[in-house]
């Protein structure tokens, strides 16, 4: 699998946790609770967990990307905006050393 798809899948992924809103779980929860005779306790109960399943499989997706994209920067060698600023700051005193601040047109 390239690094796309796994990029594309967890985009697709977490589109579909979105779309899991607190109202269609209540829905499905009480959709459950009527069709399996559960109680309110149980039915709050089961709320919770899927909440907290969503919720960890959130992290992980969020973990996931976080490591595609940074395996996708390693791989382009694309520099970081932090490096650039970085960089630019260190132009900047040398400009200033050199007396050449100014002389540009920036």
Do not use: F, N, P
């Amino acid at each position: 699998m390239s690094i796309w798809d796994a990029l594309e899948r967890a985009a697709y992924t977490g589109l579909g946790l979105a779309a899991l809103t607190k109202e269609k779980l209540d829905e499905a929860v009480d959709t459950l609770k009527r069709e399996r005779g559960l109680t309110e306790d149980e039915g709050r109960r089961l709320a919770e967990e899927l909440k907290e399943g969503a919720e960890t499989a959130r992290r992980s997706l969020d973990e996931r990307i976080d490591a595609a994209v940074e395996k996708a920067y390693k791989h382009l060698k694309l520099a970081r905006l932090e490096e650039v600023e970085t960089l630019k700051k260190r132009v900047d005193e040398l400009e200033q050393r050199l007396g050449k601040k100014g002389d540009s047109d920036d």
